[in-house]
């Protein structure tokens, strides 16, 4: 695991833009991994200006989103596929039919997770995946608990989800108690993994999964595992490593 202190948060989100372009760049038809969040913002902020600048090209990109939210359509301005429209596929030249982000559609979801495992399978894989972290160590919607989920499943939210995410709603009550995830195994499976945290309030979090042991009680541990993550944290969040 490499780990970057910055700044601030804007720099964190140039160098991890960096990381992105420098893929987009090598190989043109990369599969990239998105994370929704407020964390992520300025990555993607960084890369619709190197768009902008003509320095990258997204035309045949195919990027996989970690998680949605159950119970709420596409259209709410809280769902994810949503998020990502507004701040990042909309803003770049990205091909709208190389997008997926996971959404129990059938009636069975069971078969929609393992759909979208599928299909991330079949496009190669994911080459670069972002990752934010919970307050609890959640990495995607993969909250704590007795085992590291493997593949893409539907999962209750946790209290501790729950109320660091209803200030995206109008009230606790709003915000859906249940998530489409990508599993642990399907994010271990990604070559290459930036995680970014940012604030003071993360910083037992990414204590945890730095120096902690790796148990399921702390979802991110598991990352001390993967052979390529880099984490890039400001003062804050790195304040108890
Ligand atoms: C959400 C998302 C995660 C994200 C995390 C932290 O619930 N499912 O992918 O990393 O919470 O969010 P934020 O970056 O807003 O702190």
């Known amino acids: 695991m490499k780990i970057h ?3 601030d948060a804007a720099k964190i989100g140039k160098a991890a833009a960096l ?3 420098a893929k987009i760049i090598e190989k043109p038809d990369c599969v990239l991994g998105f994370a929704t969040g407020s964390t992520p913002l300025p990555m993607y902020e960084a890369l619709v200006e190197l768009r902008n600048l003509g320095l990258i090209n997204f035309s045949l990109a195919r990027t996989f989103n970690l998680d949605e939210y159950a119970g709420i359509d596409r259209s709410h301005e809280q769902s994810y596929y949503r998020f990502m429209f507004d701040n ?3 803003k770049v030249n990205i091909n709208p039919e190389n997008v997926m982000v996971p959404y129990p559609v059938s009636a069975n979801p069971d078969d929609d997770c393992k759909a979208y495992d599928a299909t991330i399978d079949a496009a190669g894989g994911i080459d670069l995946q972002i990752l934010g972290i919970g307050h609890n160590g959640h990495i995607a919607f993969n909250e704590p ?3 590291f989920p493997a593949g893409t499943h539907i999962v209750d939210l946790s209290d501790s989800t729950i109320e660091a995410n209803k200030r995206f709603f109008a009230s606790a009550d ?7 995830t990508m599993g642990i195994g399907s994010i271990m499976k990604a070559r290459e993994i930036v995680l970014i945290a940012t604030g003071r309030g993360k910083a037992e979090a990414v204590s945890a999964m730095i120096n902690g042991e790796i148990d399921p ?3 991110a541990s598991i990352l001390q595992l993967h052979p390529a993550v880099t984490v890039f944290l400001d003062k804050e969040a790195a304040a108890l490593i």
């Open 5 to 7: 202190v910055y700044e």
């Open 145 to 147: 608990g007795y085992v």
């Open 19 to 21: 990381i992105f372009a």
């Open 174 to 180: 709003e915000v859906p108690r249940q998530a489409i």
């Open 88 to 90: 990042l596929f909309s």
């Open 217 to 219: 009680m702390c979802p």
